[in-house]
């Protein structure tokens, strides 16, 4: 019996045993991991491509990769097999940089502007204290005399102790003279030492700001003395090799023991992050005592390890919306054991804590006359209107598209990615990439720039199909079909054409036309018009980058004064980073979920209607875009 080699995948952390000789893309497709080949294995669409960091292996040449690339390391999965151990990166699911507003700048500007409270007075406390020697005169306990000293400063009350502070509390009371920190957490309404030790052990007190999206996840470390950012780190959401969407995983969740596998694989993505950024930082994961966790709906149920089956079957109800603190040991996240985590409210099934918390980085709860629209773009599409007084929300699925998933030659926002596309009046085309890098692909903002420069110089029509007479120059043939050439090969990274399809671009359209279908169904609701917006604030990684003309012209954005939308990047995550710093945004988003109005786009007969309308470019109604209907009538 020949011995097996061990494949490790990152970054999914997965480790897969094989026989020798073993074809490298059958190894990934039966580790259940997201990578095909369109060719059906025959190393001509480079799709599977994957970089080999240790280990021999055996690899056919293949005309889809460049003698470059394979000199380092990259290699066609489906042509390659396995003679040893090896680590293999999938490379279109490498670290992810956060390219969003992270500093102290955006709160420090805009502290009279937001919903949430901007002070650093953290739930959980490192608090020093000098603790009487006892006597035989005073013979109270350890913990009495600690609940004597703190009272001194701080308000008296029942206090809890975890079991671990009380096995380490005589050593601790002891060491220093009666000297000691202990770690206070002040959440819901009790107080508990979760933690202590004699003041010449200098600890750190930290705390993990989070957000779980369907595609990727966030943090922040942060100094809870001083509310400082430590360390940031991002990458992909390994449960993506369970599915591409909420629902996908939901009913992936739904078979035995699937349920725990998706838990595991959200904590593992988080326990990787929290390894980097305390690394980073170089403060330990024992020093981490507290988590502000932000995420939709399903996310947090996942993360929870709780069914989330009820959330898609109709009346749609989630087992909670506002789930209680619970300790990290009880999760399995690599933090302090007993440190709290808490995990913002959501207000329905599709309106999770991602858009509560992100409505702390609002002036929507400030006011009472203006009307605002919060639009958080993702896999998810979350919307809410109102102001201070009333506030709706509905959700709608618009897919992955705009974070390059589902679009051949689609790719996140990372090094080599096409983030912005001009073309001019000869027709050639200009662009951006990422790091300045050769390209790789195009994410999200660089699909919306090319559709609506494909669009307004009358390369595609309004149903999304190339116009023959101004395209048929570009046009090359792909695996599926034709294609509209942005890159020749020589110039790309991979030595592969980056084009892009009609079928790629009915997948826009569906995206794009499933969120502006969503805010006119909402607006409707509320008994108003676009034109009576105030302000329209976008939220999401992707929507950073938008540009706004070409989102209005695509019809992904409603046809206004531009200067009424604004730029939040990743509010959930700035919102959980707001919910570590005081107790007091709790308070508040916990209103917010309480008091908003849940629109159930599933079962609103009028959303196919709209949804339909929007399927068009901008709109089957071009009167509603009549900025766009003027470049239209120009170029016609």
């Known amino acids: 019996m020949k011995k097996k080699h061990k494949v490790t995948i990152l970054p999914f952390d997965t480790i897969i045993e094989v026989q020798p000789r073993t ?39 293949s005309a889809a990769l460049s003698d470059e690339i394979v000199s380092e390391g990259y290699a066609l999965a489906c042509q390659t097999f396995v003679e040893d151990d090896l680590t293999v990166v999938l490379p279109r699911f490498e670290e992810l940089s956060i390219r969003s507003v992270v500093d102290h700048e955006f709160f420090d500007e805009r502290r009279d502007l937001i919903s949430g409270i901007y002070e650093v007075d953290p739930p959980v406390q490192k608090i020093d204290l000098q603790v009487e020697a006892p006597s035989l005169e005073d013979n109270y306990s350890d ?57 010449s052990e200098k600890k750190s007190v930290c705390g993990l700001a989070c957000d779980i999206g369907t595609s990727t996840v966030a943090l922040h470390l942060v100094d809870l003395s001083t509310g400082k950012f430590l360390g940031t780190a991002s990458s992909y959401n390994q449960q993506m090799k369970c599915g591409e969407d909420i629902i996908s995983r939901i009913n992936y969740s739904q078979k035995p023991g699937r349920l725990e596998e998706l838990h595991d694989l959200i904590i593992g993505t988080i326990n990787l992050l929290i390894k980097k950024a305390s690394e980073s930082a170089g403060v330990p994961p024992a020093d981490i005592y507290y988590a502000a966790i932000s995420g939709n709906t399903t996310m947090i149920h996942l993360f929870l ?22 300790r990290s040991q009880d999760l399995g996240l690599d933090l302090n054991p007993e440190a709290r985590v808490s995990c913002t409210p959501a207000v329905g099934s599709y309106v999770g804590g991602d858009i509560t918390s ?48 589902g679009i051949k030659c689609g790719m996140p926002a990372s090094e080599g990615a096409i983030e912005t596309i001009k073309i001019d009046d000869k027709g050639r085309f200009g662009y951006e990439v990422i790091n300045n890098a050769k390209p790789k692909g195009l994410c999200g903002s660089g699909l919306v720039d090319l559709l609506a420069e494909l669009f307004v110089h009358g390369f595609v029509d309004r149903n999304g199909k190339f ?4 395209a048929r120059n570009k046009i090359v043939q792909t695996e599926n079909g034709e294609g509209l050439l942005i890159v020749e090969g020589p110039k790309s990274f991979w030595g592969n054409d980056i084009v892009i399809t ?3 671009i009915a997948n826009l359209i569906r995206t794009k036309g499933a969120i502006y279908s969503a805010c006119s169904m909402l607006l409707k609701s509320a008994g108003l018009k676009f034109h009576e917006i105030d302000s329209v604030y976008i939220a999401g990684g992707f929507g950073q980058h938008l540009d706004i003309e070409n ?36 308070s508040i988003v916990n209103k917010i979920a309480d008091q908003t109005t849940y629109i159930e786009l599933n079962t609103e007969p009028r959303y196919m209607n709209e949804f339909t309308g929007a399927l068009f470019l901008p709109h089957t109604e071009m009167d509603l875009f009549p900025s766009v209907k003027k470049v239209f009538d120009r170029i016609r």
């Not at 939308?565 to 995550?573: C, D, K």
């Open 467 to 470: 116009i023959e007479r101004t």
């Open 551 to 586: 989102s209005v012209r695509i019809g992904l954005l409603p046809d206004i004064e531009r200067a009424k939308f604004s730029y939040l990047g990743n509010s959930s995550l700035l919102g959980a980073y707001l919910m570590l710093l005081t107790d007091k945004n709790h």
């Open 502 to 504: 009609e079928k790629d």
């Open 358 to 405: 992100g409505l702390l980085c609002t002036p929507i709860l400030l006011d009472t006359e203006k009307v605002f629209l919060f639009l958080d773009a993702g896999t998810n599409g979350e919307l809410v209107v109102g102001n201070k007084e009333w506030l709706m929300t509905c959700a709608c699925s618009a897919g992955p598209a705009f974070e390059g998933s």
């Open 143 to 199: 913990l009495k005399r600690i609940e004597r000293a703190l009272g001194k400063s701080w308000p008296s009350g029942n206090i809890s102790c975890e079991y671990s502070v009380l096995k380490k509390m005589a050593y601790a009371v002891r060491k220093d003279h009666g000297k000691i920190s202990i770690v206070l957490a002040r959440l819901g309404g009790s107080r508990f030492i979760i933690d202590i030790f004699p003041q």
């Open 23 to 61: 074809n490298l893309l059958d190894a990934i497709n039966a580790a259940n991991l997201p990578l095909t080949a369109v060719c059906g294995g025959e190393g001509t669409c480079g799709e599977c491509v994957v970089q080999i960091t240790s280990g021999r292996y055996h690899s056919k040449p």
């Open 305 to 326: 390890n709780l069914n989330p089956n009820y959330i898609r079957e109709e009346p749609y109800v989630p087992t909670i919306n506002q789930p209680p603190v619970v």
